[in-house]
């Protein structure tokens, strides 16, 4: 006979097993890393995103450990070995992730403050500069970021070659930075003649964040402001940068990061703010195939190369 007690009993158990299970990814996952490309200094980083990955430990439960990655490659490999568990990629950088086998899923998408979800390449030269336009540049040396950067590499790649130029022999020399920063400060003070760099907005750029930072000087120690650069070429749309976590994690757990994440804006407002200095609205879910013409963009600059090689 199947009495009250024992459907009560049945009921509990269901309830109980339903609960470990919800746990067990933390068992399996008791610290996870997340990891940040290089677009601003070290230190710039860990300010800004250090109070994420405080956020994500309480809300998740577990240790989040943030790394902030030598280069972009860096967040591409440890993703592919598995030992970076959520990675924040430039769009080219998370193309040539999955491009090349690596196992990972975008889950949010930045967005800016006018609900746009895409930003552009510059270049930039010094507005003392006799430069007007590229064609002024023959001969001169070239500020690029990353080989997987995409407004540092790739999208001024294909816009150069849209204009029937090959960096390789049109400058004199092509030099990576190695972050968005950096190529500020090579132009700035004089290692480059023109750099490449990301832009939102004419108030949103690395290079306003950085002069907010008192951080841009020429090389006599003069302080630069916003007016001493000079655009001259700005790209098509780029889709702006997801952040991506790796598809072996358990569907609860990738559940819980991405909801952390849509909830951030409105549990830790403060700390959200910093990641873009208060100038990005909420995330908005993405998926892989948002990026999908992104890989196009890099096969093609890959094709290039292979083509000047």
Known sequence: MITRRIILAGAAALAFA???????????????????????????VTERYGPLTEYL????????????????????????AG??????????????????GVKTDAFVIDVNADGSKGYYSVFYVLAKSPYQKVEDLKGKNIGLVDPNSTSGNNMPRFKLNQMGIDPETYFSKVVFTGSHENA????????????ANWWNADDDSN??????????????????????????VKSDLIINSPYAYLESLP????????????????????????LSDGK???????????????????????????KGS
């Open 280 to 306: 990005n609205r909420p995330w908005q879910p993405v998926t892989n195939a948002d990026y999908d013409k992104t890989i196009e963009l890099i096969k093609f600059v890959d094709a290039l190369r292979k």
């Open 251 to 274: 569907d609860d757990m990738k559940a819980k990061i991405k909801q952390a994440f849509l909830d951030m804006p409105t549990k830790d407002p403060e700390a959200f703010k910093k």
């Open 83 to 100: 030992n970076i568990h959520i990675g924040y990629y430039g769009p080219a950088s998370f193309a040539r992730a999955r491009l090349t």
């Open 207 to 232: 290079l306003t964040r950085m002069l907010a930072k008192n951080m841009v000087k020429s090389s006599d120690g003069t302080p630069l402001k916003k007016e001493d650069f000079r655009i001259i």
């Open 57 to 80: 430990s309480k809300e998740l439960g577990i240790k989040v450990t943030l790394r902030v990655a030598n280069d972009y490659a860096a967040v591409i490999e440890g993703q592919r």
């Open 184 to 195: 500020v400060l090579a132009l700035a003070q004089g290692t480059v003649d023109v750099a």
């Open 18 to 44: 339903g609960s470990a299970s919800a746990e067990d990814w933390k068992t399996k996952y008791p610290e996870i890393t997340f990891a940040v490309i290089p677009a601003e200094n070290g230190s710039g």
